[in-house]
């Protein structure tokens, strides 16, 4: 056999990496996860003014969407919870020790997110490509519960089943005109709120 050896001449990928200010609570983590410690640690929700302690025993870094993340049980909440490696702050060990749960699976705790976002909701979604958008999309792999609907004018339905609507939504917003929400109606009333903040935002300057 003739071994094979590309260079970046011929083929390339790029990895995101943690960034400077996570690599140390990225070891702290890891050891956590590793040894069975709880630990707190201070936690800025998205959108929050400022951090609030949380007390968690961690159980899963994952890397999605060119992020980390940390899936923990979250004490406070008595719930499994997703936290990302960027808002995570002063990483401390309780002293405390715990048992993994021995059901965990990570496949299973995303099984229902597109990406990282959960929730207890299911919805059943519906989007429509335009023709232009439908040879992009129809190639691409977004969740396990997606189908392809091919409709007689050339667009293209994408069905999903989904615990969020969040990521569902950035990407209409992403496919701006070549894609429509179809279901459910929260979805479509998020995206039209969002074209007329948009709108607002980008209307000519006085």
Not at 128 to 138: M, T
Not at 161 to 183: F, K
Request: proline share 6%; net charge neutral; glycine share 6%.
């Amino acid at each position: 056999m003739v071994g094979y050896a590309p260079t970046r001449d011929l083929i390339s990928f790029k990895l995101v990496a943690p960034a400077l200010h996570e690599l140390h609570v990225f070891d702290l983590l890891t050891r956590a996860i590793t040894e069975q410690n709880e630990v707190t640690f201070d936690y800025r929700k998205l959108g929050a003014p400022a951090p609030a302690v949380r007390r968690v025993q961690p159980l899963h870094l994952t890397h999605r969407e060119g992020r980390w993340y940390l899936i923990a049980q979250d004490l406070g909440r008595s719930a499994m919870r997703t936290f990302a490696l960027g808002r995570i702050a002063d990483v401390t060990t309780t002293g405390n020790t715990f048992e993994r749960p021995k059901d965990f699976s990570v496949d299973r705790y995303f099984a229902a997110a597109l990406s990282v976002m959960n929730g207890r909701e299911t919805h059943h979604v519906r989007l429509r490509f335009s023709p232009l958008a439908a040879d992009d999309v129809r190639d691409r792999f977004f969740h396990e519960s997606q189908a392809f609907h091919p409709q007689p004018d050339g667009s293209l339905d994408l069905t999903l089943t989904l615990a969020d609507l969040l990521e569902v939504q950035r990407i209409v917003l992403q496919w701006g005109g070549h894609a429509v929400a179809l279901e459910p109606a929260e979805l479509r009333e998020r995206v039209r709120a969002l074209g007329e903040t948009l709108a607002r935002n980008h209307a000519p300057s006085p």
